[in-house]
């Protein structure tokens, strides 16, 4: 294996990969769900519904110690994962009823999360065993510069074409055009995938009992399983309905809107290497902590603000959201393998992808049942996301990850 030529392959469809979950994700298929008359609430489930499939990745680990991690089992899911992303397109052609196009659209969003998640670790696997750890911070700082480049150009294209339709009545064909491009991202980072090496991964055979009691038995990691649980609660809950805060409530038009998209991935891009600069003595209060500090001023503005002045602060909101999202990015693709055992790492990090998901579900359940769709429970969302990015910093201070130790 050609080290360095290998690399340079893994890093192009890590990025292609990962620009086209932000581009298939909560901004631009938000606003495809708003244009497919879906509810708030509706929208608000699917802005975190692929962090609550994570609950599926319980069975991943048990799953691929048993039918193995193959290149062309991995690569069948990974096709299947990516095709969904663009059945989103077929709904209008197929139905005007709302109900009806609440389901279809959650059928597919469905079948993207679930395989999506199923094939999370074993691409966690196959990076990790390729790279060498030296390596691996630059690697992610590297792929989140680039990734975000990809995600502000689109986004800037994307903005001005979506208005342009709009303006002339036409706003479903530059929808069209939207999922033309995810499908050719998707269709160019398969192939690069198909040529790319893949190393032998051996794990042992494990069951679903093993993959819980193994890392939740483990004194340290259940310092990551709490980091994890606070910051996928605090983000979700404030981010869960941001998107459609923005489209309904402020009504902004689709440049605006990609503006602040561009602006959050420029921030997420700019500051990877700042990230990487703190996490490389792997003392994670570097990072964690300032990182919430960030959240809680993002989301206090997003609170405290009234809509006619907040409209003009959101390009700092969103500059402040990619900057601490840039930092959990590090820890999360580093710190969460780093501290899994050695024969369990597909249990570890699919156990945590687990609580992950449990902590997320009941964000929809919280949200039916305490709040009407309205601007005023929406900011109620951005105090709670606020009051949990406290309780982090909190933990991380006092708790996890203590510098002096």
Same mark, same amino acid.
């Given at each position: 294996m050609n080290y360095k030529k290998e690399y340079k392959k893994y890093l192009a469809s890590s990025i292609l990969d990962t620009a086209n979950n932000k581009i298939a994700s909560t901004s631009f298929i938000t606003a495809?769900?708003?244009?497919?008359?879906?509810?708030?609430?509706? +929208?608000?489930?699917?802005?975190? @519904?692929?962090?609550? /499939?994570?609950?599926? *990745?319980?069975?991943?680990?048990?799953?691929?110690?048993?039918?193995? *991690?193959?290149?062309?089992?991995?690569?069948?899911?990974?096709?299947?994962?990516?095709?969904s992303s663009i059945c989103f397109a077929f709904i209008p052609f197929i139905t005007k009823n709302i109900e009806l196009r609440t389901i279809l659209?959650?059928?597919?969003?469905?079948?993207?999360? #679930?395989?999506?998640?199923?094939?999370?670790?074993?691409?966690?696997?196959?990076?990790?065993?390729?790279?060498k750890k030296e390596d691996r911070t630059k690697f992610a700082s590297t792929r989140n510069i680039y990734k975000n480049?990809?995600?502000? #150009?689109?986004?800037?294209?994307?903005?001005?074409?979506?208005?342009?339709?709009?303006?002339?009545?036409?706003?479903?064909?530059?929808?069209?055009?939207?999922?033309?491009?995810?499908? @050719?991202?998707?269709?160019?980072? +398969?192939?690069i995938r198909i040529k790319t090496y893949k190393p032998i991964i051996e794990e042992k055979k494990i069951t679903i009992k093993e993959t819980i009691s193994k890392p939740a038995k483990d004194k340290e990691f259940k310092k990551i399983l709490v980091i994890g649980g606070l910051n996928r609660f605090a983000y979700g809950i404030g981010k869960?309905?941001? !998107?459609?805060?923005?489209?309904?409530?402020?009504?902004?038009?689709? +440049?605006?809107?990609?503006?602040?998209?561009?602006?959050?991935?420029?921030?997420?891009?700019?500051?990877?290497?700042?990230?990487?600069?703190?996490?490389?003595?792997?003392?994670? !209060?570097?990072?964690?902590?300032?990182?919430?500090?960030?959240?809680i001023l993002a989301f206090s503005l997003l609170f405290l603000l009234k809509n006619e002045v907040l409209i003009f602060f959101l390009p700092i909101i969103y500059i402040l959201i990619g900057l601490g999202g840039s930092g959990y990015e590090m820890f999360d693709h580093i710190a969460i393998y780093e501290h899994s055992k050695e024969d369990y790492k597909t249990s570890y990090v699919t156990f945590e992808r687990f609580i992950e998901g449990i902590v997320t579900a009941f964000l929809p359940i919280i949200s039916y049942i305490i709040f009407p769709e309205s601007a005023i429970?929406?900011?109620?969302?951005?105090?709670?996301?606020? +009051?949990?990015?406290?309780?982090?910093? #909190?933990?991380?201070? /006092?708790?996890?990850?203590?510098?002096?130790?």
């Open positions: 495809f769900a708003v244009y497919l008359g879906l509810s708030n609430f509706a +929208i608000g489930i699917y802005a975190v @519904l692929d962090t609550i /499939t994570n609950i599926v *990745q319980i069975f991943a680990a048990p799953l691929f110690s048993r039918i193995g *991690q193959s290149k062309y089992v991995v690569l069948t899911n990974y096709t299947i994962y990516r095709l659209f959650f059928i597919f969003a469905s079948t993207y999360a #679930i395989t999506g998640e199923l094939g999370y670790i074993t691409f966690v696997n196959w990076r990790m065993t390729l790279l480049t990809v995600v502000m #150009i689109f986004s800037l294209i994307m903005g001005v074409v979506l208005d342009k339709f709009t303006a002339n009545g036409y706003e479903l064909y530059g929808f069209m055009i939207l999922f033309f491009i995810v499908f @050719l991202i998707a269709f160019i980072d +398969i192939f869960m309905y941001l !998107n459609v805060f923005l489209l309904r409530y402020l009504n902004i038009n689709y +440049i605006y809107y990609s503006i602040l998209n561009i602006l959050i991935n420029f921030s997420e891009a700019l500051c990877s290497k700042f990230w990487a600069t703190k996490a490389k003595d792997r003392k994670w !209060n570097k990072v964690l902590a300032p990182m919430s500090i960030i959240y429970s929406i900011k109620i969302t951005f105090f709670i996301s606020v +009051i949990a990015y406290l309780i982090l910093f #909190i933990y991380v201070k /006092t708790k996890a990850y203590d510098s002096k130790k």
